[in-house]
Structure formats: structure tokens, C-alpha cells
């Protein structure tokens, strides 16, 4: 158990629906980091905050926003959604920013969205 | 960001030594080389973290050569469960963005 937790665990929707997850952090860690990972595919980030900040985005489409509340959990708006968008949502929490010395990520379980 | 260059598979016995060489061409001064191992339907778990020579802990060592432009995880005796992805990234500690890329898929056979 990584300290990380998501919800749903499973989440099943129709085309053009909206939907929210949520990622509660390790307890004490400030960074969160969300990834969409599409069947057989690696991991793609999206978004990181820290500290209630956007720190940086990567592939994140319009139709995708998020945020980070002052409890520090967070969460993931997904709009207007598309059957592309069927995947592993992975939320991961770090003390610090991305890439410094012992700051690695844990991750959560995910949340897996399947859009019919 | 320095981009990183994994096989993309790998094949081994029970038993055996592992290990899976990650090309970072372009590290900069202050980046860290962190690997990761994800199992199918799993976020990935943190390995190993190093910055040079050779670090090692209860389930991987790291190898880094002095210019470290590359690096070699070692996973000694491999087994079955060792099967999944592994990941190897490079840090921008002056950044926020982290990209895994594509992983090695090592499979363990009996």
C-alpha cells in the first residue's frame, strides 16, 4: 500500500459525459502528479501540482482540467468524453517537485475509465 | 528534460541476473536516475535512485559510469514475479514534468 488513494476504483460512462477523480496523497507529501496510461501503452503525464499550484502540464487535452484543494487532495475533471479517453488513471504524490533527490512518486491504485 | 532510450523487451530464466541498460545522452549536472517497476493494472513502484558509481538496496542494484550518460539496473536472480515494466527517468530538478517513456517489458520464463 503506497499511502496513495483514488476513487473511484472503476468508473463506466457514456460518450460526451463528464466525469471526476479523486486522489488523496500520502499523508505530508505536497506534490501530486496525474497520468493516463491507454491499454499497452506507457505512462503519459498530464498534469503535476504542488502545494496547490500547477507546476507543469504535458499531454493534457482541453477537455481535462484539475485541481489541487488546500487539503492538498486532489482532483481530475475529465469532459466531453470520448471512447479514446478509456484508460488507467493514475494519480501519484511526492514531498517535493519532480526529479530531485529522493523524491520519488508513489503511486495510487487508479481509477479505470471505461467510456461506451 | 533528458530523454531516456530502454529496450523495449527482454527475455530471462529463473534464476539468472538481469540487467536492463537506460541511455540518458543528454543528463544534466543536478539530474538524479530513478527507475521504476509497474505490474499489469499497478502504478509503478518505486526501485532504485542514484546519481553516480553504484548504488544498491534490498532488491536492485544501480550501476552509473562516470559521465553518466547511461545506466544499468541489475536485478540479481530473477523470478517469476520480477515479470512487469521497468522504467527508467531522469529527473529535472530544477523542473516539475515526468516522462516515463515507453519501459522494458522483461519477462521471466521457468
Sequence with gaps: DSGVTQTPKHLITATGQRVTLRCSPRSGDLSVYWYQQSLDQGLQFLIHYYNGEERAKGNILERFSAQQFPDLHSELNLSSLELGDSALYFCASSYGRAGGHRNEQFFGPGTRLTVL | ?110
Design chain 2, 1 to 110: 528534460l533528458a530523454k531516456t532510450t530502454q529496450p523495449i523487451s527482454m527475455d530471462s530464466y529463473e534464476g539468472q541476473e538481469v540487467n536492463i541498460t537506460c541511455s540518458h545522452n543528454n543528463i544534466a549536472t543536478n539530474d538524479y536516475i530513478t527507475w521504476y517497476q509497474q505490474f499489469p493494472s499497478q502504478g509503478p513502484r518505486f526501485i532504485i535512485q542514484g546519481y553516480k558509481t553504484k548504488v544498491t538496496n534490498e532488491v536492485a542494484s544501480l550501476f552509473i559510469p562516470a559521465d553518466r550518460k547511461s545506466s544499468t539496473l541489475s536485478l540479481p536472480r530473477v523470478s517469476l514475479s520480477d515479470t512487469a515494466v521497468y522504467y527508467c527517468l531522469v529527473g529535472d530538478t530544477g523542473g516539475f514534468k515526468t516522462i516515463f517513456g515507453a519501459g522494458t517489458r522483461l519477462f521471466v520464463k521457468a
